[in-house]
């Protein structure tokens, strides 16, 4: 099983955990930039169901994720 750890100097204190009865949030739950509509955050869960999403800044420089824009001459 793959595991998805943060780079070092991530700071596990600053994410602010959704509740599970809450409707999402449309802000990054670790730098609160807003993530707009059609994006796609990383969105983690803990076992008691409370949620956390990265926006793409955050992704990139916290978790690695790389993103690519869709070039449509391509399709």
Same mark, same amino acid.
């Given at each position: 099983?793959?595991?998805?750890?943060?780079?070092?100097?991530?700071?596990?204190?600053?994410?602010?955990?959704?509740?599970? *009865? /809450?409707?999402?949030?449309?802000? @990054?739950?670790? =730098?609160?930039?807003?993530?707009?509509?059609?994006?796609?955050?990383?969105?983690?869960?803990?076992? *008691? /169901?409370?949620?956390?999403?990265? @926006?793409?800044? =955050?992704?990139?420089?916290?978790?690695?994720?790389?993103?690519?824009?869709?070039?449509?001459?391509?399709?």
């Amino acid at each position: 099983m793959m595991q998805l750890q943060p780079k070092d100097g991530f700071d596990w204190n600053k994410v602010t955990w959704g509740r599970p *009865d /809450s409707v999402r949030s449309c802000l @990054c739950s670790y =730098c609160s930039a807003v993530i707009p509509e059609g994006a796609m955050p990383l969105i983690m869960w803990t076992n *008691d /169901s409370h949620a956390a999403q990265f @926006c793409l800044a =955050c992704q990139k420089a916290w978790w690695g994720v790389m993103s690519f824009d869709d070039d449509e001459d391509d399709l």
